[in-house]
């Protein structure tokens, strides 16, 4: 069983910085893709960025040059450093790793969620 732990939220006013984590546990051998997704009220789940096991990234062309998500995969931590953040990225981040290993099984896991709030 893989767990995720996410941490890093809070309230910060326009044009602060937040950094996020999200720690995964259990018997990994591998995770392909590590990303975070937002949900704001009334609004869908979004894709904010995400990062290949090769490093490669993927950003939602609102956060381009503030964001910068990270990993590491020794310890199966992705992280994701929010600068210069407006009241439009308030919402519940979620951790999401996708092509999760363990052995010799596949699976794809969400974490809970963490709020950001940006007041202006």
């Known amino acids: 069983q893989v767990q995720l732990v996410e941490s890093g939220g809070g309230l910060v006013q326009a044009g602060g910085s937040l950094r996020l984590s999200c720690a995964a546990s259990?018997?990994?051998?591998?995770?392909?893709?590590m990303g975070w997704y937002r949900q704001a009220p009334g609004k869908q789940r979004e894709l904010v960025a995400l990062?290949?096991?090769?490093?490669?990234?993927n950003y939602l062309d609102s956060v381009k040059g503030r964001f910068t998500i990270s990993r590491d995969n020794a310890k199966n931590t992705v992280s994701l450093q929010m600068n210069s953040l407006k009241p439009e990225d308030t919402a519940v981040y979620y951790c999401?790793?996708?092509?999760?290993?363990?052995?010799?099984?596949?699976?794809?896991?969400w974490g809970k969620g963490t709020l950001v709030t940006v007041s202006s």
């Open positions: 990062i290949t096991s090769g490093g490669s990234t």
């Open positions: 999401n790793l996708k092509n999760v290993f363990v052995g010799s099984l596949r699976g794809d896991y």
């Open positions: 259990g018997s990994i051998f591998s995770i392909n893709t």
